[in-house]
C-alpha cells in the first residue's frame, strides 16, 4: 500500500475542490494514483469532483502571429508569474510566434535554432532564451507550438496572456473571430463528436458504467429492484452521449446565444470551421505542491542533529 502524503491530498484537493477526507480515501482506494484517484472521486462525487479539473499551475504566456492563411501560437513557459509581465520575456515570447508563424519548423529544436537577437543576446532565438535566463533570474522554455499554413483564414483570440485559440475558417470573419472567443471559454476537446479522443471517451464510459453500479447497488441495498444489464448499458451509453455533445465544438451551445449550437450559428452565417487549436498556460503541468509542515519538521529535525 502506497504511503499517502498530504502532500498527495492538498494536490489532488487543487484539482477537484473535493473535501480532504474524500480526497484522501480515494487515493488510498486508488493505491496513490492520482489519476484513477480522480476517477473514483468523479464516481462518487459526480461533477463537483470536475470544476477545478482546468487548474493550471505553471506560469507562461501564450503568443500568436497571423497573416492571412498563415499563422502559429506559441506557449512560452516560466517559474513565477512576476517575469510573465517582463518586457525582455514577453518580447522573446512574442517572437517566437513571429518566427514561427514565417518560418515552417517541425519542433522546438528547430525553432530555437532560427536566427534573431535581442537585448544583446543572440544569434539565435534559443541563445536570446539562454541569454534572458541569466539577465532575469528564472529558468524560461519554449513547450509547443501549433502553425497553419496554406488552408483557409485563420481567427485569433487571446484572453490576456493565458488563453490563446487559432481558428482555421471559411467565410465570415466575426463568425470566425466568434467561435475562437467561445472556444477559450467553453474549452471544448474536439471539432465534432467523431474527433474526440478515444481516451477521453474510455474515461467517460468507465465513470458512467462505476456510477451506474453504484446507484444499482444503493438501490438494492434500499430493498428495491436492481436495474437490468440493459437499462444500464442504456444509462452508460446516454452519459457518454451528453459527454460528446459537451465536449465537441460544433455542438455546444454558443455562447452569444444559448439557443442555438456553434454548428447553427456558422450555418447561418455561412461559415465553416475546419478546425481550432487552444492553449491554455500550464495545462497538463503540475507544479510541485510544497508539504510546508513536513519542511519546517525537517528543518527542526536538522537544528537538533547539530
Request: proline letters at 2%; a negative charge; one cysteine or more.
Amino acid at each position: 500500500m502506497a504511503a499517502i502524503t498530504a502532500s498527495m491530498v492538498a494536490e489532488l484537493r487543487a484539482k477537484t475542490d473535493a473535501p480532504m477526507m474524500e480526497c484522501k480515501k480515494a487515493l488510498t482506494e486508488a493505491d496513490g494514483d492520482a489519476t484513477r484517484a480522480e476517477e473514483i472521486l468523479r464516481v462518487k462525487l459526480g461533477n463537483k469532483a470536475g470544476k477545478a479539473a482546468s487548474r493550471v499551475t505553471a506560469e507562461g504566456v501564450v503568443t500568436a502571429a497571423v497573416s492571412g492563411s498563415t499563422g502559429a501560437m506559441v506557449e512560452v513557459n516560466c517559474e513565477t508569474d512576476f517575469v510573465t509581465k517582463n518586457d525582455s520575456f514577453l518580447a522573446f515570447a512574442q517572437a517566437a510566434a513571429n518566427l514561427l508563424a514565417a518560418n515552417d519548423v517541425a519542433d522546438v529544436a528547430a525553432l530555437s535554432a532560427l536566427a534573431y537577437s535581442q537585448d544583446g543576446f543572440g544569434p539565435t532565438l534559443e541563445d536570446v532564451r539562454k541569454g534572458l535566463i541569466g539577465k532575469i533570474g528564472e529558468n524560461m522554455s519554449i513547450r509547443r507550438f501549433k502553425r497553419y499554413a496554406g488552408g483557409g483564414h485563420l481567427a485569433s483570440y487571446l484572453h490576456g496572456t493565458r488563453i490563446g485559440v487559432l481558428v482555421e475558417f471559411t467565410g465570415d470573419e466575426v463568425a470566425a473571430k466568434d467561435v475562437a472567443m467561445h472556444v477559450a471559454a467553453m474549452k471544448p476537446k474536439a471539432l465534432a463528436t467523431s474527433d474526440v479522443p478515444a481516451d477521453l471517451i474510455e474515461v467517460e464510459r468507465r465513470v458512467a458504467a462505476e456510477k451506474a453500479a453504484e446507484d444499482s447497488a444503493a438501490a438494492v441495498a434500499a430493498g428495491k429492484a436492481a436495474q437490468s444489464p440493459e437499462i444500464v448499458a442504456r444509462r452508460v451509453d446516454g452519459s457518454v452521449q451528453k459527454f460528446l455533445k459537451e465536449v465537441s465544438l460544433l455542438n455546444q451551445s454558443f455562447v452569444k446565444n444559448d439557443k442555438q449550437t456553434v454548428e447553427q450559428m456558422l450555418k447561418e452565417k455561412s461559415t465553416q470551421v475546419a478546425g481550432f487549436t487552444l492553449y491554455v498556460v500550464g495545462e497538463g503541468i503540475e507544479k510541485k505542491v510544497d508539504d510546508f509542515a513536513a519542511e519546517v519538521a525537517a528543518q527542526v529535525a536538522a537544528a537538533k542533529a547539530q
